[in-house]
């Protein structure tokens, strides 16, 4: 366990409570701080922990952040992939039991602590693991994830021209094989048949069309199959593979460097960093053009979609509900999969967000709003997708099922080849790209927020002051970016999906379950009403506290058992991972977890006294007095003695109400 003030080890600070009281960033107060080895008082000065300007700032930050990429790309595909409309029963019954408990959890912790994700553990020391396993995949998400806005931009830049570069073959990156997005499916005639004479392909070509199922001979298309050697292949994934990916053939082939997503990388990099440098102040007020525009690119792309031809076809596809997929247990792993990466718990960056509020702030009545808006999110868009999805379908006369995709394939592949079949396509192909950056941009720089928070936090004197903060999150970024330049190799691709699949999946449900479990049964889910209460004026509805207690480390370990039994190895594109990169991706999703153990054995041998002495001292909550119920005697605080409670090393420095909160603990006691 810390002991001392310089690593963080101790008391939270006094966030400010009342009206008209703001915290500058580099606005400086002296700090008593009580050494606790020989009890001798020091001073120090250090700057004030920020809060949020203004309300609507958090709820704009938590809004972008938890809407992200997996709510336009994930959801719908998920949606139509299990039952359509019956989907939603599973999902929305998912996020009752667990989205929204689970985010209100974090938010509430960050808030009640004035702390990021690991310093808030202090309110039971004995589980600060659990802060460092979500640091850890909060770091990995930060090297992959960005990855994503350098694609898009990488995609925007290309879309600025009178015709999509996609859209066509004869480029330097095309093959024999490539076909042009509009001549693919049965709707248009293509090649299935041909023969060679003479090492030379014959002038007597086989051409088929599905119009009318006849075959016929047509000199027309001759010059677009005489040297085909192997499958047609559509420009677009050409495009995709071959100009930005610049693929090799395995994760054995990580190649050299991608040059232009490099650059994408770097300009990615820099637009994180000016927006996140100076803190929530700074981000703050970016969070009210990205979370909020991509809702007007989304209803621009909604109403132009449904006037397409197909796009009914799409959006029955999408919801037409097939009640016999609720049977699939698959179906409920995958609602209740979706509501962890959609709603973001497990990556600690909501504690950091909440830390920001003021102590009083309703973060209950946030919790609903920002949940509501996530999941309407998620439905809004499918709308959009599968309206654009049921176009292409139709343009190609093949089935919905066959253009549909998830993830990057949805992406990079189905929606730009459906934005080449549009009318007026670039700009078309501008807005959804500009859409995506600000989508996967929100996600992006909050996400490197928690993360400074979490470390600042542990370091306070050290990280906080002038240009100190700023430079350390330039030393983050930078840092980060050099991580992330492996995804930016000719191999890159299949690092991205190794940690895709691993780093961020499996260890969210573990952490979950465990946040859930110690509030309820070792902080206590009772004492945690009565702490919301203190900030709010009243306490949750109840129903919370039961997920907390029962249904989420049950719903949550259940996820995670029925994903490890039914595992299966990592494929991407036809091509199995070998056994040595299958580990790797297993140690990415250990390495954060295992953090929790470490961190209960360690501090567990390190502390003195009996075994029950060391587990009530390490189960202590390190509280300030504003953190304290008027009703709490102050003489045991959580079980300490008031002595011992004023020998905590004191962090942070003292609001102006602290002469207030004085003469209350004085009047108590």
């Not at 093959?175 to 042009?180: G, L, M, R």
């Not at 509501?339 to 960056?349: K, L």
């Not at 209950?364 to 996530?374: E, P």
């Not at 379950?513 to 945690?528: C, K, M, P, T």
Request: hydrophobic fraction near 45%; glycine fraction near 8%.
């Amino acid at each position: 366990m810390t002991r001392n003030g310089d690593n963080g080890g101790g008391n939270l600070q006094h966030p400010n409570e009342e009206k008209g009281t703001s915290n500058k960033h580099e606005s400086v107060a002296l700090n008593e701080r009580v050494d606790p080895d020989n009890g001798d008082v020091e001073t120090d000065s250090i700057p004030e922990r920020e809060n949020w300007a203004h309300k609507l700032d958090f709820i704009l930050s938590c809004i972008g952040y938890a809407v992200g990429l997996g709510n336009i790309w994930r959801f719908p595909y998920l949606c139509y992939k299990n039952g359509g409309g019956a989907f939603l029963i599973p999902y929305f019954l998912c996020l009752i039991v667990t989205g929204i408990p689970l985010f209100l959890l974090e938010v509430t912790l960050g808030q009640f602590m004035a702390r990021g994700c690991i310093m808030s553990w202090q309110i039971s020391p004995l589980f600060q693991g659990i802060g460092y396993a979500t640091t850890v995949v909060c770091t990995f998400c930060n090297q992959y994830y960005i990855v994503i806005l350098a694609w898009s931009l990488f995609y925007l830049f290309q879309s600025f021209t009178l015709e999509l570069p996609w859209a066509s073959c004869g480029n330097e990156w095309n093959t024999d094989q490539c076909v042009e997005s509009k001549k693919e499916g049965a709707r248009n005639t293509a090649c299935v048949n041909y023969t060679q004479v003479n090492e030379t392909y014959s002038t007597n070509y086989t051409l088929i069309t599905a119009v009318n199922g006849t075959g016929t001979n047509d000199t027309n298309f001759l010059p677009d199959c005489a040297n085909m050697s192997g499958p047609l292949v559509s420009s677009v994934q050409e495009f995709w593979e071959n100009k930005v990916l610049q693929v090799s053939g395995g994760l054995d082939e990580i190649g050299t460097f991608v040059w232009p997503l490099v650059l994408c990388l770097i300009l990615a990099w820099v637009l994180v960093y000016f927006i996140v440098w100076k803190g929530v102040r700074s981000s703050g007020k970016v969070v009210y053009f990205t979370a909020t525009f991509p809702y007007v690119v989304l209803t621009i792309m909604l109403i132009r979609g449904l006037t397409l031809e197909g796009a009914a076809n799409g959006l029955l596809f999408y919801l037409k509900p097939d009640i016999s997929r609720l049977a699939d247990g698959q179906v409920w792993v995958d609602a209740g999969s979706q509501i962890f990466y959609s709603f973001a718990v497990g990556f600690g960056t909501l504690t950091a967000l909440g830390s920001y509020n003021k102590f009083h702030n309703n973060c209950y009545r946030d919790t609903l709003i920002v949940t509501v808006f996530n999941c309407m999110t998620s439905f809004y868009g499918g709308l959009v997708i599968f309206s654009v999805l049921g176009f292409m379908a139709y343009e190609q006369g093949v089935p919905i099922e066959e253009v549909a995709d998830k993830g990057p394939g949805l992406a990079f592949i189905a929606y730009p080849k459906a934005l080449s079949l549009m009318p007026a396509a670039p700009f078309w192909s501008c807005l959804f790209f500009f859409m995506i950056l600000l989508v996967g941009l929100d996600s992006q720089f909050v996400a490197v927020e928690g993360l400074i928070t979490a470390l600042v936090d542990i370091f306070p004197r050290q990280l906080r002051g002038k240009y100190r903060r700023e430079l350390f999150t330039l030393f983050i970024c930078v840092m980060t970016f050099f991580a992330g330049l492996i995804f930016v190799t000719n191999g890159g691709i299949y690092v991205f999906k190794l940690y895709d699949y691993y780093s961020a999946s499996y260890p969210l449900f573990f952490i979950g379950a465990l946040e859930a479990a110690v509030i309820s049964w070792v902080y206590g889910a009772d004492r945690f009403y009565d702490d919301i209460e203190h900030m709010i004026g009243y306490k949750p509805f109840i129903w919370f506290k039961i997920c907390w207690k029962y249904l989420i480390p049950v719903a949550a370990m259940s996820i995670l058992i029925f994903a490890l039994a039914t595992y299966t190895p990592i494929i991407y594109n036809g091509y199995s991972y070998p056994l040595w990169g299958e580990m790797i991706g297993w140690m990415l999703s250990i390495i954060s977890v295992i953090l929790i153990p470490i961190t209960f054995v360690t501090l567990l041998c390190r502390a003195e006294g009996s075994l029950h002495e060391r587990w009530k001292a390490l189960t202590t909550p390190r509280l300030q007095p504003h953190q304290i119920r008027p009703s709490t005697a102050l003489t045991t605080i959580g079980g300490l003695s008031l002595d011992v409670y004023h020998k905590c090393p004191r962090e942070e420095p003292l609001s102006e109400n602290h002469a207030e909160k004085e003469r209350l603990k004085q009047s108590m006691t």
